[in-house]
């Protein structure tokens, strides 16, 4: 009776399980076609002549390799970003795969290599604390991702920050569109921010320096955004990884600010009061540590002895 419980509890989980339609491309083919397309969109860049004609010859080459129609792709495509844990994983496993191919290739993955020594404190941090990847999908659910990093004891007022990341395009018809928006929220609830256009597969820097209106009030927190417009046709995905917030302390003024504390302790030396140290008691042998160790013997010589005659 117990091994029957077993197996019915099994079946029904396996008859819960939402299973994949007959007609949608598998995970594994789908991580196949993903990594030979995105090597398409990279030779499209190499070649000459029109680059969405080059895009357009050199994807529909990849998909003719493993017999998929655009069709077939595309909704395929919608599917899997529907279940987005499964398709963060399988868009990290083409990364790991292009990675793996640029690194023996000798290629160097400089977004790695240029920020990899940072720590999360210094006067230059690495202050990322959260997810490492995201996938963006241009529909009303979808379309946008957005973080906010809360400031710390160890942010200083004037401090600047770079936001880096990678971006990866995937897209029906070859249209590629995203913004990206960095910005400050200061302690008077100020706002102020820089935003950039994203066409193209690369690695993405936005710089937000402290206007100088600001230099002296605090931080409060970090805002950021990576929204995708919305599509009237077609079918796209961003997929977004290697994230990095980096900051950088003012240096200019962690030096006033020094050299300010340094006149503030000469100051405070100079006002000592001497006669608190005069009022302490002392003990017998400070007092004669404190004396002349030179010490002289006066000697008194007496005066000789007369001798008075005897009388008889």
Same mark, same amino acid.
């Given at each position: 009776m117990k091994y029957t419980l077993q197996i019915i509890v099994l079946l029904l989980v396996i008859a819960c399980k939402p299973m994949r339609p007959l007609h949608i491309i598998s995970e594994d083919k789908m991580e196949d076609i993903l990594y030979d397309y995105h090597i398409s969109l990279a030779l499209a860049e190499l070649e000459k002549g029109d680059l969405q004609e080059n895009r357009y010859l050199?994807?529909?080459?990849?998909?003719?390799?493993?017999?998929?129609? &655009?069709?077939? *792709?595309? $909704?395929?495509? +919608?599917?899997?970003?529907?279940?987005? %844990?499964?398709?963060?994983?399988?868009?990290?496993?083409?990364?790991?795969?292009?990675?793996?191919?640029?690194?023996?290739?000798?290629?160097?993955?400089?977004?790695?290599?240029?920020y990899s020594y940072l720590k999360n404190e210094g006067d230059t941090a690495n202050v990322w604390n959260l997810r490492e990847g995201v996938i963006i999908i241009p529909n009303i659910i979808g379309n946008i991702y957005s973080f906010?990093?809360?400031?710390?004891?160890?942010?200083?007022?004037?401090?600047?920050? &770079?936001?880096? *990341?990678? $971006?990866?395009? +995937?897209?029906?018809?070859?249209?590629? %569109?995203?913004?990206?928006?960095?910005?400050?929220?200061?302690?008077?609830?100020?706002?102020?921010?820089?935003?950039?256009?994203?066409?193209?597969?690369?690695?993405v820097e936005i710089k937000l320096n402290c206007p100088k209106k600001f230099k002296d009030i605090k931080i409060r927190s970090i805002n950021g955004s990576i929204y995708m417009p919305l599509r009237e046709s077609g079918f796209g995905v961003l997929s977004v990884s290697n994230f990095v917030l980096v900051r950088y302390h003012d240096l200019t003024r962690k030096n006033k600010k020094s050299q300010e504390d340094d006149v503030v302790l000469k100051d405070s030396i100079i006002n000592v009061n001497v006669s608190d140290t005069i009022l302490q008691r002392q003990n017998p042998y400070d007092i004669r540590d404190k004396q002349d160790n030179e010490r002289k013997i006066n000697i008194i010589k007496d005066k000789p002895l007369k001798i008075m005659p005897s009388r008889r």
């Open positions: 050199l994807t529909q080459a990849a998909l003719r390799k493993h017999n998929v129609t &655009e069709a077939e *792709f595309d $909704t395929s495509l +919608v599917y899997w970003c529907r279940n987005s %844990e499964k398709m963060v994983k399988i868009c990290e496993r083409v990364s790991q795969r292009l990675s793996y191919v640029a690194a023996t290739q000798g290629v160097e993955r400089k977004e790695h290599s240029r906010t990093i809360d400031a710390d004891t160890t942010y200083m007022p004037g401090d600047n920050f &770079e936001w880096v *990341f990678s $971006t990866k395009f +995937v897209s029906s018809d070859h249209y590629q %569109e995203a913004w990206a928006l960095l910005s400050y929220q200061f302690e008077n609830d100020s706002v102020e921010g820089v935003s950039q256009r994203i066409t193209t597969n690369k690695q």
